[in-house]
C-alpha cells in the first residue's frame, strides 16, 4: 500500500494535522505520529495503523494500492466534467455599453465598441441556446447575464429570459438565470423583474469604502457611484433575492476592508453574502492598471484574513466551494459566451476576435467551430508540468486558461491564481470547527 | 500534418489523403513537392484556387495550428458520443468448439454459462445505464464461449430489450457473435423479429483447411454445418459478416474460399478479413503462426482487394474519429456470465482487467482502477502517435495488443493499422470510381 499522492497536511494550532485528501476530499484529523507514518510514502504497513484508522484511509482514498497511478483517475475525471457534463452554461452579454468608466475594466469600452444586441441577433441566441441544450440532451441550464451593463439593454434581458423560462419548463429543464450587474440601474421595477423571472445569482460590485469605491466605479462625468449602488444592493437583500456582493480588492484598498464592512453592517447590510474578488492584471485596457494589482502570493495572505474578518462581522461567506473540484468554464465543451455581434467565445475574459471560436447564424446554428475552440478545449493539465506535480489538481484543474495565457502566450500551461493563493489557510477555517469539537 | 501521399499505378500521381478531415485529392508530383514542405509553404506555385480548396478541406492550415490538439478535442467528443451505449454479453464462458487460436482458452480456462439471476441482472444494467446517461441507441452484441450454448439466455435478452426499448422510444441494435453450428431456422426466425442487425460467423479457408482448425471438441471439422447456417441467416435477410481469420497456416488457401462460397451462391456477403492476433495468454501457443506486422501489410491488403474484386462487401472505410475502437469509449462494456465487467473482450475473465461488476441493484458497483487507467490512456503522449499521420484514423491501435506486448495500456500498438494505404486507396477507388477508370 501507499500513501495517496493528493494527500495535504495542514498543521493545525494544536500540534494535530488536517489530512486532507484533494482527490477524494476526505479529511482527518491526525496528530504527529500518524503523520509521520504516512512519510514511508509507499511502503505503508497496515500493522502499523491503528485497524480502524487504516481502513477509514483505505476507503477515503487516502492510503491506496501500489498499482494505483491516481493521475490517471484525475484525467478521466477531468475529461468526464469537460464533456460529459449536461449541465449548460451560456454567457450572453446583451450589449457592450456600460454607464460606469471603471479603470480596471477589461471589458472593451463601449467608446470602442458599444455595440447592442439587435432583436435578430438576439432571436438567434434564443434558437442557438434552445438547439444547443436539446441536441445534447441537456438537464440544467444556467443562463448569466454579462456586459457591459446588460442592464442597459433590459428589454432584450427580459425577452431572453422570458423565452427561456418557458422552453425549460416546457421540456423539464432546470433553469438558473443570473446576472452581473454593477447595480446602479437597479430600481423598483427591476426587482421586480428579477422575482419574476426567479433569479438564481445577482452579482453587485463595490470597490472599497465610499471614498475608494467612488474614485474607481465612475460615471463618465467623474461622479462616484457608491451610494447608488449601495442602495441597490439594500433593495435587493431585503426583497431576499439570492444577491453575492462581490468586493474587488486591490493594493488601494485592501488595508481599509474593515471600515467597509462596518459601513455596510451600519447600513443594515449583516448577513449579506460576500465574495473578495482580486483584480487580475491582464493585457487588455485595462494593462495600466496592473500596478494596482495584487500578487499572487499577497493575494495567498489576505483573502483568508479578509474571509476570516468578514465572518467575524456576520457576514456570509462562501468558503467551502475553494475546495471542491473546481474546473475551467472555458475548457467545458458546453459552456459558451455570446456578445452582442452573435459572436461565440469560451470565457468573459477572451472577447477577442482572436479567440473567437464561431458565431451563430440567423438560424441558431454554428458555422464552424475555428481554431481557438480546440486549443482551449484540449487544454491538459496532466500534460503541464506544473500541474501534473501539484496535490492541488484535483481540485483546481490548471486555474484559469484565460490568465494561463495572457502570462504564457498559451492555454496549455498552468495557472494558480484561483485554488493556491491561501490554500492552507483556507482549510483551516473551514476544519477549525471539527479541531475545537475535539 | 496530416496530410498522406499514397502512390497511385501512375507514376507522377498521388492521392492526397488528409486523415483528420477526410479530404482526398488526386495530384501530382509538384503539388506534392509544395506540400510536402510542410511549414511555411511556397505557395506560389499553386492556382489561387487550389490554395482556397487545400484551405477548406485542412489540407493547408495556418501556422499558429497545432492540429493535435484537434484531435486531442476529437478523441474526447467521439469518447463521450452523446446517444449512443454499447454491451458485449457474453452469455457464457463455454464453447462447442476447440480452435487452437482461440484467446479465451477454447472455453476451458472458465465455462460458467450466465445464470437466469445473471441474465436478469443484466438486463436491469442495460435499462439503468441508458436511462441514467439518456441513451438514445442501444447495441447489444450477444458473444461467448459460443452464446447459443446458453439459447434461453439469449432469446430472453433480446426478447426483454426489444420490449423495452420500444416502449421507450430507444433503437435497439442487437447482434450476434457465433460460431455458427448452433443456428437453426427456428432460431434464425427469432433474430429477425428481435431486428438482429448483424450476425457474425467466421470461416476460416475453403473446406480442407478451415476442417483443420474450426474444429469440435472431439475433432470433426464444422465447414459443412456452417455453411448450411450461413444459407439460412442469408435467407432471413440479417446481414452477415463473414470473419476470415488469416495466419501463416491458411492464407494461401483463402482464394479458393472466396470461390467455394460463390459456388454456395453465397458472393456478395459481407466479409472482413483480419489477421489472427495474439492478444491472450490463452493463445500465446499459436503465437509463432501469427503474421508479422511486414507479413500483415503485405497479405492482408490483397486479399481485400481479391475479395473485392471478386464481389464480396469488404470493410475498408477509416475509421473518422481518433480512437481505435469501443474500448476507449466511454459508454461500452464487455459484460461476462459472472456480472463482472470489462472494457474488451481480449480482457474477459482476467480480473486484472475488470472495471467493476454490476451490483444487486443493477447498477455498476465500485469503478475499478483499470477503468480509469484505460480511458486515460493517451496517444498524443506517446512519442510514436505524437509524430504519427495516422494518428486522427487510428488512435494509438488496439489497447490490449499493447498491453500483452508492453505490459501498459500506455503505449501504442501498430500492427492492426498495417497495410492501410493500401486498404485506404481501394476504398478510394470505390468510393469515388470516375476517378480512377479514366486514370486519375
Known amino acids: 500500500m501507499k500513501s495517496s499522492f493528493y494527500n495535504l497536511f495542514v498543521k493545525a494550532d494544536n500540534n494535530e494535522y488536517i489530512l486532507y485528501n484533494t482527490l477524494s476530499g476526505a479529511a482527518f484529523i491526525v496528530d504527529e505520529q500518524v503523520k509521520t507514518l504516512f512519510e514511508k510514502k509507499d511502503k505503508l504497513r497496515a500493522d502499523d495503523f491503528d485497524k480502524n484508522d487504516f481502513k477509514s484511509f483505505k476507503n477515503e482514498g487516502v492510503i491506496i494500492d501500489d498499482s494505483v497511478d491516481e493521475k490517471k483517475i484525475v484525467k478521466v475525471k477531468n475529461g468526464q466534467n469537460k464533456f460529459q457534463s449536461r449541465y449548460f452554461k451560456f454567457v450572453v452579454i446583451p450589449t457592450y455599453q456600460c454607464n460606469l468608466v471603471c479603470p480596471y475594466c477589461y471589458v472593451e469600452r463601449d467608446e470602442i465598441t458599444g455595440k447592442k444586441m439587435s432583436n435578430e441577433t438576439l432571436n438567434a441566441t434564443i434558437k442557438f441556446i434552445k438547439k444547443t441544450v436539446k441536441n445534447n440532451d441537456g438537464k440544467e441550464l444556467s443562463l448569466t447575464l454579462f456586459g457591459g451593463e446588460p442592464l442597459m439593454n433590459q428589454n432584450s434581458c427580459y425577452k431572453l429570459l422570458e423565452a427561456l423560462i418557458l422552453w425549460c419548463k416546457k421540456e423539464k429543464i432546470l433553469f438558473h438565470p443570473r446576472i452581473y450587474t454593477n447595480g446602479t440601474l437597479i430600481t423598483k421595477d427591476v426587482i421586480e423583474k428579477f422575482k419574476k423571472y426567479s433569479m438564481s445569482f445577482i452579482q453587485i460590485t463595490l470597490a472599497g469604502t465610499k471614498n475608494i469605491h467612488d474614485s474607481k466605479r465612475t460615471h463618465k462625468d467623474k461622479t462616484g457611484s457608491y451610494e447608488e449602488t449601495i442602495k441597490a444592493v439594500k433593495l435587493t437583500f431585503e426583497n431576499n433575492l439570492p444577491l453575492v456582493v462581490a468586493i474587488n480588492v486591490d493594493n488601494d484598498n485592501f488595508s481599509h476592508m474593515d471600515e467597509l464592512l462596518d459601513d455596510l453592517v451600519k447600513r443594515g447590510l449583516k448577513g449579506v453574502r460576500i465574495m473578495f474578488t482580486p483584480i487580475y492584471s491582464m493585457p487588455h485596457s485595462c494593462a495600466g492598471y496592473s500596478p494596482h494589482c495584487l500578487t499572487i502570493n499577497e493575494w495567498g495572505e489576505i483573502l483568508p484574513e479578509l474571509q476570516k474578518m468578514a465572518i467575524n462581522k456576520g457576514f456570509n461567506v462562501p468558503i467551502k466551494p475553494y475546495i471542491e473540484p473546481f474546473f475551467c468554464w472555458a475548457s467545458v465543451k458546453n459552456s459558451y459566451v455570446v456578445d452582442p455581434y452573435g459572436d461565440l467565445y469560451k470565457c468573459t475574459s477572451l472577447l477577442e476576435k482572436k479567440y473567437k471560436i464561431g458565431s451563430i447564424d440567423k438560424n441558431g446554428d454554428i458555422k464552424f467551430l475555428e481554431f481557438p475552440y480546440y486549443d482551449i478545449m484540449s487544454r491538459d493539465p496532466l500534460s503541464i508540468k506544473a500541474c501534473n506535480d501539484c496535490k492541488l489538481l484535483p481540485i483546481c484543474g490548471g486555474g484559469c486558461a484565460a490568465l494561463a495565457c495572457f502570462e504564457h502566450k498559451t492555454f496549455h500551461r498552468e495557472n494558480c491564481t484561483r485554488v493556491r493563493p491561501g490554500f492552507e489557510k483556507k482549510i483551516k477555517i473551514i476544519f477549525e470547527k471539527e479541531l475545537l469539537k475535539k | ?440
Not at chain 2, 85 to 107: D, H, R, W
Not at chain 2, 284 to 295: H, K, M, N, Q, V
Not at chain 2, 312 to 319: D, I, K, Q, R
Request: glycine letters at 6%.
Open chain 2, 1 to 440: 500534418m496530416y496530410n498522406l501521399f499514397i502512390p497511385t499505378k501512375k507514376p507522377s500521381q498521388f492521392i492526397l489523403y488528409n486523415t483528420l478531415t477526410s479530404a482526398a485529392f488526386v495530384v501530382d508530383t509538384d503539388v506534392k513537392n509544395v506540400l510536402e514542405k510542410s511549414i511555411r509553404n511556397d505557395l506560389s506555385q499553386l492556382k489561387s484556387n487550389e490554395i482556397d480548396f487545400f484551405k477548406k478541406s485542412g489540407v493547408l492550415v495556418d501556422d499558429h495550428i497545432d492540429e493535435r490538439n484537434i484531435v486531442r478535442v476529437k478523441r474526447e467528443d467521439a469518447r463521450f458520443h452523446k446517444d449512443y451505449i454499447k454491451f458485449v454479453v457474453l452469455t457464457t464462458y463455454a464453447c462447442n468448439l476447440a480452435c487452437p487460436y482461440c484467446f479465451e482458452g477454447k472455453g476451458e480456462v472458465h465455462h460458467k454459462a450466465m445464470s437466469e439471476g445473471n441474465v436478469k441482472l443484466f438486463i436491469k444494467f442495460v435499462k439503468n445505464m441508458a436511462l441514467e446517461y439518456n441513451r438514445k441507441t442501444i447495441d447489444v452484441t450477444l458473444f461467448g464461449g459460443e452464446p447459443l450454448l446458453n439459447k434461453n439466455a439469449c432469446l430472453k435478452i433480446l426478447d426483454e430489450l426489444f420490449h423495452w426499448c420500444k416502449k421507450n422510444g430507444i433503437k435497439f441494435k442487437p447482434g450476434i457473435i457465433t460460431n455458427g453450428t448452433l443456428l437453426t431456422q427456428d432460431i434464425v426466425n427469432r433474430f429477425v423479429k428481435y431486428g438482429v442487425y448483424f450476425i457474425q460467423i467466421t470461416l476460416d479457408g475453403p473446406k480442407n483447411i478451415h476442417d483443420k482448425r474450426r474444429i469440435y471438441k472431439d475433432g470433426k471439422g464444422t465447414y459443412e454445418d456452417i455453411i448450411k447456417s450461413l444459407k439460412i441467416v442469408k435467407k432471413s435477410g440479417i446481414p452477415i459478416q463473414l470473419l476470415v481469420n488469416v495466419d501463416k497456416n491458411n492464407w494461401k488457401s483463402i482464394e479458393k474460399l472466396f470461390d467455394d462460397l460463390i459456388d454456395e451462391d453465397l458472393g456478395g456477403i459481407v466479409l472482413p478479413i483480419e489477421p489472427v492476433y495474439n492478444v491472450t495468454d490463452a493463445c500465446a501457443g499459436y503465437s509463432s503462426l501469427c503474421f508479422r506486422s511486414e507479413e500483415i501489410k503485405d497479405v492482408i491488403p490483397k486479399l481485400q482487394r481479391l475479395a473485392y474484386e471478386k464481389g464480396f462487401v469488404v470493410p475498408l472505410a477509416p475509421n473518422s474519429f481518433p480512437l481505435w475502437c469501443g474500448t476507449e469509449f466511454r459508454f461500452s462494456f464487455v459484460v461476462d456470465s459472472f456480472c463482472d465487467i470489462y472494457k474488451c473482450v481480449s480482457f474477459l475473465g482476467d480480473k486484472k482487467h475488470r472495471i467493476g461488476s454490476i451490483g444487486k441493484d443493477g447498477m455498476i458497483t465500485d469503478v475499478e482502477y483499470p477503468f480509469y487507467d484505460l480511458m486515460s490512456r493517451d496517444p498524443l503522449s506517446f512519442e510514436l502517435c505524437r509524430d504519427c499521420k495516422l494518428l486522427p484514423i487510428c488512435g494509438g491501435g488496439c489497447s490490449a495488443l499493447a498491453f500483452i506486448n508492453k505490459g501498459t495500456y500506455h503505449a501504442e500498438n501498430c500492427l492492426r493499422i498495417q497495410g492501410l494505404h493500401e486498404r485506404l486507396l481501394l476504398y478510394l477507388e470505390d468510393q469515388f470510381p470516375e476517378q480512377f477508370n479514366d486514370g486519375r
